[in-house]
């Protein structure tokens, strides 16, 4: 089952996603990335149905990026996290889409952020946030070891734990997990979690 | 509640999805102006949706009138927005509160649908609005001095939020004189 779930830490946000695609009871692939970078420093981690997924993700990214040609600055987190609320809020009475989202963004302002954005609009600002059956632990996980101002390492450790916790408690649990960090040097891919990995497809 | 020339509004603080719990610093409040305030209870996305629409209109009425809206003007304004939606509903009941003219104070609050409650006393919405109007009830006197006032409402606000598994976490209150806005933070029960 999906799961995402991300934290604020020192001058820092990560999210982690699960990365696995899933149709009934079947595995299509091991290595799908659902945290999409934004721009040079926001991230956006997305669970839900994948189609809505993919589509709606991408067309965040590419308004986020139409704005910053069209302006020359790019836009805030809190920006972002509005516009995403916006186009899901106007969706959900015609056809909505069911992708539950972490927004993660660092603004040399106000520092690192982290948005909760679920499928029907809800937004709402917070330190730690978790989406799917992996939020009953992540959750649980970081309400006790989860502090303001966590260093990189506490953070990765608690992380893990979460993703520990995940892959002992939940009955589907997802294999693999990639987590992403954003930071005054920019958004990247700080590890992936692997305990299954793809087999190498070799060239025709 | 309305006291003596002031009034208060409180919420808890509690943004949960059925069970889980997401957040615990929710803000249900909201400022039209320094003398009117709307609580919005129920589905989140919508009391953020609505609150958006009704700031806009607040806005525009305030660019064309040049002045503040009146709470009973308002509360007009909410009932039709929200009957405009009949057959789609906003699935939130507001809770009005503001100081009319000579700052008497108005109340009232609403169901999804816009049906308006007047009151002389005191409005409840919510997942808890049994135990709400059990408790203010009995615990309400009229012309109430703004710290007695606060005190109440406080009290009715933890008391009846304690016996709901879905409101809590803290509360919100905020006390407006025609003077000034005291704005508090309650520490309840965090479960």
Redesign the interface.
């Known amino acids: 089952m999906e799961c995402v779930f991300g934290l604020v830490g020192d001058g820092f946000a990560l999210v982690a996603a699960d990365t696995s695609a899933v149709h009934s009871i079947l595995v299509h692939k091991s290595n799908e990335d659902k945290v999409m970078l934004l721009d040079s420093h926001k991230l956006l981690g997305a669970s839900g149905e994948a189609g809505d997924r993919a589509q709606f993700t991408e067309y965040i990214q590419k308004n986020v990026h139409l704005y910053e040609f069209r302006n020359g600055i790019p836009l805030t987190t809190a920006a972002v996290a509005n516009f995403t609320r916006g186009e899901l809020a106007v969706a959900l009475r015609k056809n909505p889409y069911f992708v539950n989202i972490l927004l993660a963004g660092y603004d040399k302002d106000v520092g690192p952020s982290l948005y909760y954005i679920d499928y029907i609009a809800t937004l709402h600002k917070v330190d730690k946030g978790a989406f799917g059956y992996g939020s009953y632990f992540a959750l649980s996980m970081m309400d006790r070891h989860y502090h303001s101002r966590m260093s990189l390492e506490e953070a990765i450790n608690l992380v893990d734990k979460c993703i520990m916790e995940i892959r002992s408690r939940l009955v589907v649990a997802p294999p693999n997990f990639v987590i992403k960090i954003v930071d005054k040097d920019g958004a990247r891919e700080y590890a992936w979690r692997e305990s299954i990995k793809d087999a190498e497809v070799s060239a025709a | 509640m309305v006291g003596k020339n002031c009034f208060a509004i409180a919420s808890d603080r509690r943004?949960g999805?059925n069970l889980?719990t997401?957040?615990t610093d929710?803000q249900r409040i909201y400022k039209i102006h320094d003398k009117l305030y709307i609580g919005l209870s129920g589905?989140?996305?919508d009391a953020?949706?609505l609150y958006q629409r009704l700031i806009f209109r607040h806005k525009l009425y305030q660019l064309r009138e040049e002045r503040d809206m009146k709470p009973p003007t308002f509360a007009s304004l909410v009932s039709a927005i929200l009957y405009e939606k009949r057959f789609?509903p906003y699935f939130c009941q507001p809770v009005i509160a503001g100081l009319d003219d000579d700052d008497v104070p108005f109340i009232c609050t609403m169901d999804c649908l816009g049906a308006k409650e007047l009151a002389k006393d005191f409005v409840v919405s919510g997942t808890a609005s049994e135990s709400l109007y059990g408790v203010c009830e009995s615990m309400y006197k009229p012309n109430m001095e703004p710290e007695e006032l606060f005190e109440t409402i406080s009290q009715a606000l933890l008391s009846s939020v304690d016996r709901d598994c879905l409101s809590g976490w803290g509360g919100h209150v905020l006390l407006v004189t025609p003077t000034e806005v005291q704005e508090k933070t309650l520490k309840g029960r965090m479960d």
Request: a neutral charge; glycine letters at 8%.
């Open positions: 943004l999805v889980q997401v957040a929710f589905l989140a996305t953020q949706t789609g």
